[in-house]
């Protein structure tokens, strides 16, 4: 199992970045994916689930109205498109199955 973030970097509050995670070694297509992160100092936390079809997502109470969780199993890969980013997003992002593996993580930073 491969699961590679990507994406990440420096953005200014009220910015946006998209991070993909590409999955090999497994069936992608029969597994609801997650995004977590963990900012720096604190416990990590659950971001954004979504089903193996892709027909259904969840999210943390503080990332509601401004990420969005999707997948596109033809090209194995799930997305995390994030919106209006505040300083407190600032985290390393990491997709995981439920299975446990996850990849090395995506640094995001925002700051001005």
């Known amino acids: 199992v491969q699961l590679v973030e990507s994406g990440g970097g420096w953005v200014q509050p009220g910015g946006s970045l998209r991070l993909s995670c590409a999955a090999s070694g497994f069936s992608f297509s029969r597994y609801d994916m997650s995004w977590y992160r963990q900012p720096p100092g604190k416990e990590r936390e659950l971001v954004a689930t979504?089903?193996?079809?892709?027909?259904?997502?969840n999210y943390a109470d503080s990332v509601k109205g401004r990420f969005t969780i999707s997948r596109d199993n033809v090209r194995n890969t799930v997305y995390l498109q994030m919106n209006s980013l505040k300083p407190e997003d600032t985290a390393v992002y990491y997709c995981k199955t439920p299975q446990g593996y996850r990849g090395q993580g995506t640094q995001v930073t925002v700051s001005s």
């Open positions: 979504i089903r193996s079809a892709g027909g259904s997502t």
